[in-house]
């Protein structure tokens, strides 16, 4: 399966303070706790007898099935069997772990690692670590769309002043200026030059009069993308648009921020702001039909806009997934 030899954020770190936390990636339910500090992600089903363990509990030295109490801890070793204290525990007994990552605030996975993937980078994302950028891991939104759309959505820069006209676009301001993808390592970059602002609405616009915004994508195949956008002043806003794939129709999406202006101001409020953007772009996402995504070109008519959306899908049937690709 070529898409679980991935890497996929699948929780905020700070929710996982021991555990248990449910989730699913990719069809696979999971469950995540820590040990001694450390993450571990595992099927989330006992081995004894199938009884999910993120319904059990955290004993500072592991979790314990809600079932029959038996208690997994630091690599998903079973350590405890409260039937049979003395005896010898089965390898049996031990879960089936998963590689973990903790970055931007986000618990990576994998669920089918070998040796490339093992000592693979998680996608990097520009001035999360730089002096002077606020680090901000937004709440996850939950949308019932396909993770392909959803990227091909953020990387999408004609739906501003239509999608976004509530938040940040301009109704009055849709031309886009031509722009060229350039393919990468992991995917390709592109930068996108043009008069449309990044401030919210309503905000004010600080130095922003005549300015041109750059706006600099940067895709890392299949889910993942990040977006530096140049503000007045020095100014840079980088987001992370790490698209999960919980299914074939539902994505977990995880968006870290880091800046380096306004950073006086109460996060709750970029928590709310970005919700409101990724909501306009979840109402197109839902809607779209199919809910695939279509690789083969002759399956959608296209404009000149759709540079990235050709280079996005390009890179996908170049993985080597189907021209109708669904996960």
């Keep these: 399966m070529k898409l679980a030899r991935h890497w996929y954020p699948v929780a905020l770190s700070r929710e996982v303070t021991d555990g248990p936390v449910a989730t699913k990636l990719l069809d696979e339910l999971l469950v995540i706790y820590r040990v001694d500090g450390k993450v571990v992600v595992a099927n989330d089903l006992c081995p004894h007898r199938g009884v999910p363990l993120s319904k059990g509990k955290h004993d500072g030295q592991g979790i314990a099935c809600a079932y029959h109490g038996l208690r997994f801890g630091a690599e998903g070793r079973c350590n405890k069997v409260p039937a049979q204290p003395d005896a010898a525990i089965p390898p049996k007994l031990h879960l089936r772990t998963y590689p973990t990552r903790e970055h931007y605030g986000l618990i990576w996975t994998c669920l089918r690692p070998d040796l490339t993937t093992i000592g693979a980078d998680i996608p990097s994302m520009p001035h999360w670590d730089d002096p002077g950028f606020q680090q901000i891991t937004c709440p996850p939104i939950d949308i019932f769309g396909f993770a392909g759309r959803q990227i091909e959505g953020f990387l999408d820069v004609a739906h501003f002043g239509f999608v976004h006209a509530d938040t940040f676009g301009d109704s009055n301001n849709t031309v886009v200026p031509p722009y060229r993808p350039i393919a990468t ?6 930068e996108y030059r043009s008069s449309v602002g990044n401030y ?3 905000a004010t616009e600080r130095g922003s009069s005549g300015f041109e915004w750059l706006r600099h994508f940067r895709v890392h195949l299949p889910f993942t993308a990040t977006l530096v956008v140049h503000f007045p002043n020095e100014g840079r806003l980088s987001i992370m648009n790490a698209a999960s794939p919980v299914s074939a129709k539902v994505t977990r999406l995880f968006a870290p921020i880091a800046r380096n202006y306004d950073t006086d101001l109460p996060v709750q409020d970029v928590y709310d702001f ?3 953007v990724f909501e306009e772009d979840k109402a197109i996402v839902e809607s779209q039909k199919p809910e695939c995504l279509p690789l083969d070109s002759r399956m959608e008519a296209h404009i000149l806009a759709d540079r ?13 997934l189907s021209r109708f690709f669904i996960a």
């Design 274 to 276: 970005n919700l409101r």
């Design 308 to 320: 990235s959306s050709i280079a996005y899908r390009r890179g996908l049937r170049d993985m080597g």
């Design 185 to 190: 390592k992991k995917g390709f970059e592109v």
């Design 200 to 202: 919210p609405i309503g």
